[in-house]
């Protein structure tokens, strides 16, 4: 494998850099105080709850054409202020109502004492299916004329339950430190990613149209890790709520976070690519290339806005990548072992 070894150094290095930077620097400073209340204001109805804690809160429904909702009136800040709002979300068998926003989820809504702005950004969380613990946190621009700001928390027309925990809403200016800090890596891990991706070319096959292939399904899943969060979960709602009404058989059959589907998909491809343009003396060094692809795309996660890495991913990468290898394997084996049954046999 051309590099190999340029490789396994480079990860290293880049690795324990965006770790460090990554804990050294922080990308908010909060400005101001906490502006939730702990007054939450709520609507269910008899097929949905609310169970409201000092440290969260807790919504259930199975009404889809109904839901459930919980708000909050926050102390109103001046036009520019940038805030934050951050929460440890935990969603179960949420399924989603027929239009995209009708999912479990936590917006900002911002209004001019007329109406809410529903075309200002206002998503912070919005979550299908079954997600464990996990910390989530967005920035909202504070839009001229605003007169009233309500944090929501509800399943929007959707049915399954929603946990929320730790949740905060305060001013915050971005450190700048941070954003220089962030670029740096950023562009080291796409130099990485470049390079990572040129080393294939260089393979000593004489079939090119393999080795873009690969290069291809490799450049799929650098885009598809260097989506910001907002545009991801987007495309991600409007899939699932395609599936959920075009095809009941479809859902059934793929129950899982569709997510975690394409990351082991796509690695299955890269996996199943990689053995067909390696020998049998690099198949160790490809499949400890599937180890470093999976890892520096979880890492570098770290600093794509809304992407949180994942050591679960991580695993899911890894075997999708191996999986491709092992039957790419099999293939082979059985191809290079046929020649050898019609000799046996014509003698």
Sequence with gaps: MPFFKTHCFLFILLAVATLVCYHRFDQYQQTGPELLTG???????????????????????????????AHQNLAIVKSGTVLLVSADVKCDNVIAGKQSWDVARI?????????DHWNLPHTAVALTGSHDWKHYRKTFTIAPGTQKIRLF???????????????HVYPVHENEAYQSVRNLILSAWGAYFLLFAGSFLFIDKKNFFIRLLLVSVFISIIAG???????????????????????ELFKAAIPWDLSKVWHFCFFFLFGLILLAVLDKASILQG????FLLAGGTELTQLYIEGRTPLVSDFFIDAAGGIVGMVLTGIFISKQSDAPAKNSIAQQ
């Design 107 to 115: 917006i900002l809504a911002q209004n001019d004492g007329k109406q």
């Design 225 to 247: 890790i260097t989506l910001p969060g907002d545009i991801k979960n987007l495309v991600l709602s409007d899939v699932k709520v395609q599936i959920h009404s075009e095809s």
């Design 39 to 69: 007054e939450w204001k709520f609507w269910a109805t008899e097929n949905s709850w609310i169970d409201i804690k000092a440290d969260g809160l807790t919504l259930f429904s199975s009404d889809a054409k109904t839901g459930v909702s």
């Design 153 to 167: 928390a509800q399943l929007s027309q959707a049915t399954g339950s929603l946990q929320i925990r730790n949740i």
């Design 287 to 290: 499949i400890i290339m599937v």
